[in-house]
């Protein structure tokens, strides 16, 4: 894949391993969305997914692996809107404010209950660093490893092609898109607690996890 002229302007100012990643990450881009969007879209996303992790990261080693990652996701998410993809799937979105703790847990366990017959993603309205330790630790204890995880922030796209968005605490700062169907689960925030009182609200978001996923009548795979 050739990368457009203006990105590569845009991407000047980086590490040369960056931009070689970045360029390796349009390219992966490119092949996966082949057919469905152009390299301008592409590379659009790439940069902006990009600089949503540059402003506020302290270690920049996986930048552009982070930035794939999200633009993946937010192409997933764009095809679904526009009509372009759509495997029946249901898609819930988990929203809190750090994308941190909660939404985090909770995605990880939709994810391994789900399995491949429904969607899930994250997001939060100010994204912290990185995924509470704390929370890594009680979701290990239930077989489920979150530690790859990263926080990030919710989009229009994720946002638009959700069937359901679940908030936990982020109060006005979540988005409101007419039509959704959205529900708020009143958690504590698990953020500077200890692991024996991040495991209640571990435990409560498993619990209603399992509710929402009979609602939605998908299959547990464990």
């Given at each position: 894949m050739t990368?457009?002229?203006?990105q590569e302007r845009s991407w000047e100012g980086l590490h040369l391993d960056d931009r070689l990643a970045l360029k390796q990450?349009?390219?992966?881009?490119?092949?996966?969305?082949?057919?469905?969007?152009?390299?301008?879209?592409?590379?659009r996303f790439l940069d902006s997914s990009f600089d949503q992790f540059a402003g506020r990261a302290t270690v920049t080693?996986?930048?552009p692996l982070l930035a794939e990652r999200f633009a993946r996701q937010r192409l997933h998410a764009l095809a679904r809107v526009e009509g372009l993809h759509d495997d029946g799937k249901p898609v819930v979105l988990f929203l809190c404010t750090h994308n941190a703790g909660r939404s985090q847990m909770a995605l990880g366990f939709f994810q391994a209950l789900a399995g491949d017959n429904a969607v899930a993603w994250s997001g939060g309205s100010e994204p912290g660093l990185e995924v509470n330790p704390v929370a890594v630790q009680a979701m290990a204890e239930r077989g489920i490893d979150i530690a790859h995880e990263f926080p990030k922030p919710w989009t229009d796209e994720t946002v638009r092609a959700a069937d359901v968005v679940i908030t936990m605490g982020c109060g006005d700062a979540c988005p409101?898109?007419?039509?959704?169907?959205?529900?708020n689960w009143e958690l504590p925030d698990p953020a500077g607690q200890g692991l024996d009182a991040v495991r209640p609200i571990?435990?409560?978001?498993?619990?209603?996890?399992?509710?929402?996923?009979a609602d939605l009548n998908v299959p547990v795979t464990r």
């Amino acid at each position: 894949m050739t990368v457009h002229p203006a990105q590569e302007r845009s991407w000047e100012g980086l590490h040369l391993d960056d931009r070689l990643a970045l360029k390796q990450a349009a390219a992966h881009l490119a092949q996966e969305f082949s057919g469905v969007y152009g390299t301008e879209t592409i590379e659009r996303f790439l940069d902006s997914s990009f600089d949503q992790f540059a402003g506020r990261a302290t270690v920049t080693k996986f930048l552009p692996l982070l930035a794939e990652r999200f633009a993946r996701q937010r192409l997933h998410a764009l095809a679904r809107v526009e009509g372009l993809h759509d495997d029946g799937k249901p898609v819930v979105l988990f929203l809190c404010t750090h994308n941190a703790g909660r939404s985090q847990m909770a995605l990880g366990f939709f994810q391994a209950l789900a399995g491949d017959n429904a969607v899930a993603w994250s997001g939060g309205s100010e994204p912290g660093l990185e995924v509470n330790p704390v929370a890594v630790q009680a979701m290990a204890e239930r077989g489920i490893d979150i530690a790859h995880e990263f926080p990030k922030p919710w989009t229009d796209e994720t946002v638009r092609a959700a069937d359901v968005v679940i908030t936990m605490g982020c109060g006005d700062a979540c988005p409101i898109f007419p039509g959704k169907r959205y529900e708020n689960w009143e958690l504590p925030d698990p953020a500077g607690q200890g692991l024996d009182a991040v495991r209640p609200i571990r435990d409560d978001i498993e619990e209603r996890v399992h509710r929402l996923l009979a609602d939605l009548n998908v299959p547990v795979t464990r």
